[in-house]
């Protein structure tokens, strides 16, 4: 079954520190990929997606993942992190071959101390 | 521009009764619109794919009599939760999307959800 994995389910960094947030997929076919944030209250919000061309795909506010299809992964990163970005991460997928339908991994709830 | 928005946000409501949750695209228009539940801590899970003027396609184990889902029009869709009971409490999010198939490559936009506790 196509499923979509986040190892960390809870990170806690102190501002300034670099982040790293894994996510693999389990399928060999064509995908599109997205991380989503959900701030404390709000909706969820497109931090960036990466449909095809430089793997290297930039986002809103100083993100950016990397697909690697060798892996089938798509972590994010952002070199610096603030307080703001105080949230829960979740990767989610297209698998291709029909409707537009994303699969959501876990999530990751980050906590950035001051 | 791509903005959702969902009614009510919170609902209460008695066991055995019926809810109606509404998702609207407010700027663009919306050939497929998703519902999602989302558990306590836990990732959001499909509950179901609507297209406008189509029936909806349910994912496994979501019951399509108990969650009835209306997509009139390419700006609303329409959950309703009928005979809610105590397990149904949960966080309903729709989303939308300009496209219908995985190739035209369309992000969905997601509401800001709507909380229902059935006592």
């Known amino acids: 079954a196509q499923s979509v994995s986040q190892h960390n389910h809870h990170v806690i960094l102190s501002e300034a520190a670099s982040l790293e947030l894994g996510c693999n997929y389990s399928?060999?076919?064509?995908?599109?990929l997205f991380w989503y944030v959900q701030y404390p209250g709000q909706h969820l919000q497109l931090l960036l997606k990466?449909?095809?061309?430089?793997?290297l795909v930039k986002g809103i506010k100083g993100f950016e993942a990397e697909f690697i299809k060798s892996k089938f992964s798509f972590n994010l990163r952002k070199p610096s992190v603030q307080w703001s970005d105080t949230a829960e991460y979740f990767c989610?997928?297209?698998?291709?071959?029909?409707?537009?339908?994303?699969?959501f991994g876990a999530g990751t709830r980050l906590a950035v101390h001051p | 521009g791509a903005v959702v928005s969902q009614h009510p946000s919170r609902v209460i409501c008695k066991s055995g009764t019926s809810v109606k949750i509404e998702c609207r695209s407010l700027?663009?228009?919306?050939?497929?619109m998703f519902w999602y539940r989302q558990f306590p801590k836990k990732s959001l899970m499909l509950m179901a794919t609507?297209?406008?003027?189509?029936?909806?396609?349910?994912e496994q184990g979501v019951e399509k009599d108990k969650f009835l889902i209306n997509h009139a029009s390419l700006t609303l869709s329409t959950l309703t939760v009928t005979s809610a009971h105590p397990e149904d409490s949960s966080f309903y999010i729709c989303?939308?999307?300009?496209?219908?198939?995985?190739?035209?490559?369309?992000?969905?936009?997601f509401g800001p959800g709507t909380r229902l506790l059935v006592l």
């Open positions: 989303s939308a999307s300009r496209g219908a198939s995985w190739e035209s490559g369309e992000t969905q936009y």
């Open positions: 399928y060999g076919g064509t995908v599109n």
């Open positions: 990466y449909f095809s061309g430089d793997p």
């Open positions: 989610a997928v297209v698998f291709s071959g029909g409707y537009n339908k994303l699969i």
């Open positions: 700027d663009f228009q919306a050939t497929t």
């Open positions: 609507s297209n406008e003027g189509s029936k909806a396609t349910y």
